[in-house]
């Protein structure tokens, strides 16, 4: 089955590029080769401090090599991939060296189409999204065949067939799938509004185990996704319904528990709705959603990180620093931990920004900008239902950056954030404030120093932290950092890192040595568990 996906897909793309070829061969531009190297290396040492565990050869290695070529039309690429082993907290399906992706492409004015691994999104992406997230280990590419058509810009489609990619290798699970968007504005016309209604089919067949039929897994389940997309001179509104089609879960699927209640037929949908608005400085966008039973895997039974077909963002503030990413938000699609099930989750966020214009009272002579976030989340109590339960997160977060003289800028952050840790199972929750100060000073074109400053203040969990981070920056080719975190509210621990990087036109190494604390790493809303280390660590970038 493999085979005769890429097969169909090879002859198209191989028929349209053949084709187009006859025509204008004087004219053909001449092909372009790009590339890039990714490797990520870590070297452990026990820490007793810490509870770091080392491996038993201490290193571990990740690396990415990426190839494409591009004539005219025409384009082509691969990606190998290395895990010499695969560095802690990654998924354990990541071993070895493999030519892990492979395409061709031929793209005309108005249609293309695509053989081999490819990424993509419906809407959203909570129907269907395939992408690829190095930070997470995640990469659930698609390898078969892809087809897109535009016409005029009014109708746009895609038809998608394929397997997923888990691993190192491709599954024997099918995704079929179509999307359409039907542009009303452009049909009629409109120049200062954009109106466009879209929708999207998914189709996942695999073939399940007897034992599986017999508790009432089905081996296809269908999804359909329909979508509102409206603009009108800064104002906003999306709209997004989705009904994920039958979700089975099997006894002993989660945690290994064996509870009756876990034997489970249930049909996922989400609601998504984003209003807002933006001129004159501000900006303004209030984002609510809700989700039941939205967790789609690739493969039953299986609790990798990297087993899903779609993509849920956490709709909460995104931040960078160090303390504020200590309990960050994750999504609870549905939950199933022991005895207690929830069917998902129900909440929104309020983002809110405003650019206080130069030379104005509160502005002064540079101006300033200022932002309000607030986030909630709670899980819900039944099914096909707004009625919540408990607390899964709530926060509120300011943001005020403000460029002092030429050569000095200050961004201030505030922080509230509650946290259930228990994902939902009580309504019991840990409350943070944490404040940040961050500033850069220019001292020369090619001299910059930056720190910043951070408290966590806490009467829960590890109690109150403190942080900084201090870096010089000698453009454009070296930089230099140190930070600490230190936990002096609980465990008296210090969280260490120092490290130098050196960028040389497309290349950029970074050194470093440190301690680093077990917990999660976040993209988006996606997340994977980390354990504790201690280590010097490498990485490398480059592309040509």
Same mark, same amino acid.
């Given at each position: 089955?493999?085979?005769?996906?890429?097969?169909?897909?090879?002859?198209?793309?191989?028929?349209?590029?053949?084709?187009?070829?006859?025509?204008?061969?004087?004219?053909?531009?001449?092909?372009?080769?790009?590339?890039?190297?990714?490797?990520?290396?870590?070297?452990?040492?026990?820490?007793?401090?810490?509870?770091?565990?080392?491996?038993?050869?201490?290193?571990?290695?990740?690396?990415?090599?990426?190839?494409?070529?591009?004539?005219?039309?025409?384009?082509?690429?691969?990606?190998?991939?290395?895990?010499?082993?695969?560095?802690?907290?990654?998924?354990?399906?990541?071993? +070895?060296?493999?030519? !892990?992706?492979?395409?061709?492409?031929?793209? %005309?004015? #108005? /249609? =293309? &189409?695509?053989?081999?691994?490819?990424?993509?999104?419906?809407?959203?992406?909570?129907?269907?999204?395939?992408?690829?997230?190095?930070?997470?280990?995640?990469?659930?590419?698609?390898?078969?065949?892809?087809?897109?058509?535009?016409?005029?810009?009014?109708?746009?489609?895609?038809?998608?067939?394929?397997?997923?990619?888990? +691993?190192?290798?491709? !599954?024997?699970?099918?995704?079929?799938?179509? %999307?359409? #968007? /039907? =542009? &009303?504005?452009?049909?009629?016309?409109?120049?200062?509004?954009?109106?466009?209604?879209?929708?999207?089919?998914?189709?996942?067949?695999?073939?399940?185990?007897?034992?599986?039929?017999?508790?009432?897994?089905?081996?296809?389940?269908?999804?359909?996704?329909?979508?509102?997309?409206?603009?009108?001179?800064?104002?906003?509104?999306?709209?997004?319904?989705?009904?994920?089609?039958?979700?089975?879960?099997?006894?002993?699927?989660?945690?290994?528990?064996?509870?009756?209640?876990?034997?489970?037929?249930?049909?996922?949908?989400?609601?998504?709705?984003?209003?807002?608005?933006?001129?004159?400085?501000?900006?303004?966008?209030?984002?609510?959603?809700?989700?039941?039973?939205?967790?789609?895997?690739?493969?039953?039974?299986?609790?990798?990180?990297?087993?899903?077909?779609?993509?849920?963002?956490?709709?909460?503030?995104?931040?960078?620093?160090?303390?504020?990413?200590?309990?960050?938000?994750?999504?609870?699609?549905?939950?199933?931990?022991?005895?207690?099930?929830?069917?998902?989750?129900?909440?929104?966020?309020?983002?809110?920004?405003?650019?206080?214009?130069?030379?104005?009272?509160?502005?002064?002579?540079?101006?300033?900008?200022?932002?309000?976030?607030?986030?909630?989340?709670?899980?819900?109590?039944?099914?096909?239902?707004?009625?919540?339960?408990?607390?899964?997160?709530?926060?509120?977060?300011?943001?005020?950056?403000?460029?002092?003289?030429?050569?000095?800028?200050?961004?201030?952050?505030?922080?509230?954030?509650?946290?259930?840790?228990?994902?939902?199972?009580?309504?019991?929750?840990?409350?943070?404030?944490?404040?940040?100060?961050?500033?850069?000073?220019?001292?020369?074109?090619?001299?910059?120093?930056?720190?910043?400053?951070?408290?966590?203040?806490?009467?829960?969990?590890?109690?109150?932290?403190?942080?900084?981070?201090?870096?010089?920056?000698?453009?454009?080719?070296?930089?230099?950092?140190?930070?600490?975190?230190?936990?002096?509210?609980?465990?008296?621990?210090?969280?260490?890192?120092?490290?130098?990087?050196?960028?040389?036109?497309?290349?950029?190494?970074?050194?470093?040595?440190?301690?680093?604390?077990?917990?999660?790493?976040?993209?988006?809303?996606?997340?994977?568990?980390?354990?504790?280390?201690?280590?010097?660590?490498?990485?490398?970038?480059?592309?040509?």
């Amino acid at each position: 089955m493999k085979k005769s996906i890429f097969l169909f897909g090879f002859v198209l793309v191989a028929l349209a590029a053949t084709a187009a070829g006859r025509e204008g061969r004087e004219d053909r531009p001449k092909g372009q080769l790009t590339g890039s190297f990714e490797s990520s290396s870590i070297f452990y040492v026990e820490d007793l401090k810490s509870g770091a565990i080392a491996p038993e050869d201490n290193f571990s290695s990740n690396n990415y090599l990426k190839a494409d070529y591009y004539q005219g039309r025409f384009s082509a690429g691969i990606q190998a991939e290395g895990y010499m082993p695969v560095l802690q907290g990654y998924p354990t399906e990541l071993k +070895g060296v493999a030519l !892990t992706n492979y395409y061709m492409q031929w793209t %005309d004015d #108005s /249609f =293309s &189409i695509t053989a081999g691994t490819y990424y993509e999104q419906f809407g959203s992406g909570l129907l269907f999204r395939s992408y690829e997230d190095r930070t997470l280990g995640m990469n659930n590419a698609l390898t078969g065949a892809r087809f897109t058509y535009n016409y005029k810009d009014i109708v746009a489609v895609k038809a998608i067939w394929g397997l997923p990619r888990m +691993g190192m290798k491709f !599954t024997d699970t099918q995704v079929r799938g179509g %999307d359409i #968007s /039907f =542009s &009303i504005s452009n049909l009629a016309g409109w120049k200062a509004t954009s109106l466009a209604i879209e929708g999207s089919v998914i189709n996942r067949f695999e073939a399940i185990s007897a034992d599986l039929r017999e508790e009432g897994g089905k081996p296809a389940s269908t999804g359909f996704s329909g979508r509102l997309n409206f603009e009108h001179k800064g104002f906003i509104f999306r709209g997004e319904y989705i009904d994920a089609g039958e979700r089975h879960y099997p006894n002993g699927a989660y945690d290994g528990v064996n509870d009756p209640r876990i034997d489970l037929i249930k049909n996922g949908n989400a609601q998504l709705v984003e209003l807002g608005y933006s001129g004159h400085g501000l900006g303004v966008n209030v984002t609510a959603r809700r989700l039941e039973y939205m967790d789609m895997p690739i493969i039953y039974r299986n609790i990798s990180t990297a087993n899903a077909l779609n993509y849920i963002p956490a709709l909460t503030a995104q931040y960078s620093y160090l303390l504020m990413n200590l309990n960050p938000y994750i999504v609870q699609p549905s939950t199933m931990l022991g005895s207690y099930s929830a069917p998902g989750e129900l909440g929104g966020q309020v983002d809110i920004y405003y650019n206080v214009a130069r030379r104005t009272a509160l502005g002064g002579k540079r101006g300033m900008k200022l932002g309000l976030n607030y986030s909630t989340y709670w899980s819900l109590a039944e099914d096909r239902s707004a009625k919540v339960d408990n607390l899964l997160w709530q926060s509120i977060n300011f943001t005020l950056e403000k460029q002092i003289t030429r050569k000095f800028k200050l961004n201030f952050l505030y922080s509230f954030q509650e946290y259930n840790d228990s994902h939902g199972v009580n309504n019991i929750t840990w409350k943070t404030n944490v404040f940040v100060a961050d500033m850069l000073y220019k001292w020369t074109p090619t001299l910059s120093t930056r720190l910043e400053l951070q408290y966590l203040l806490s009467k829960d969990d590890d109690k109150d932290w403190m942080a900084a981070l201090a870096e010089v920056n000698f453009a454009p080719k070296w930089s230099i950092f140190v930070s600490d975190m230190y936990n002096h509210g609980k465990t008296n621990t210090h969280y260490y890192n120092a490290g130098v990087s050196y960028t040389k036109s497309r290349t950029r190494i970074q050194l470093g040595y440190g301690r680093n604390r077990a917990g999660v790493v976040c993209s988006g809303g996606v997340c994977r568990n980390i354990p504790a280390y201690t280590g010097a660590n490498l990485m490398i970038t480059t592309s040509f």
